[in-house]
């Protein structure tokens, strides 16, 4: 009888550790990928690799995204630097995801300046392939909304 009880006992605690894991699972979706109310399309002639990235806004503002130093590297601290003008945004992050393989949440918020300037900074993990491409979606908050603006680029490991 004592069997028994065991393995109710622990199937029991299994299936609670289930239910607070996916609890816990969607509670949290929301913070990991916040819905994006408008999403703009990808500007695929754009490289920041060459220099900065600029994007029109609705409402007719304006983004203009900046990462260096340049080549983008992976392990090495990076300067991003996001300028808003004819638009108001009250926060800005970026956020950084593989195209093609999943990688480890790296969303960085920037620390807001003067006239539309937001600046921070990012570390790209090393990936197993030589090359890899990125997807760095600047998500601006304005009025309550989220804009995602995507710029897309690849680095090489050294």
């Given amino acids: 009888m004592r069997y028994y009880s065991d393995k109710v006992l622990w199937s029991a605690i299994a299936l609670l550790a289930a239910a607070l894991a996916i609890t816990a699972a969607v509670k949290l979706s929301p913070l990991l ?8 399309p990808l500007n695929s002639a754009c490289d920041l690799h060459q220099g900065p990235c600029a994007a029109p806004l609705p409402g007719g503002g304006r983004l203009e995204f900046t990462i260096e130093p340049r080549p983008i590297q992976v392990l090495k601290p990076l300067k991003l630097q996001v300028r808003v003008t004819g638009f108001k945004a009250g926060a800005v992050e970026v956020d ?63």
Avoid at 33 to 40: A, C, T
Avoid at 113 to 126: C, N, Q, R, S
């Fill in 96 to 158: 950084f995801a593989g195209v093609d393989m999943k990688m480890a949440f790296n969303r960085p918020r920037l620390v807001p300046g003067k006239d539309g300037l937001f600046t921070g900074e990012a570390t790209l993990p090393v990936c197993v392939r030589d090359k890899m491409s990125w997807q760095a979606t600047v998500l601006v908050e304005s009025d309550g909304k989220r804009i995602a603006v995507p710029f897309r680029f690849e680095t090489k490991r050294n």
């Fill in 33 to 40: 990928n916040p819905p994006q109310e408008i999403s703009l």
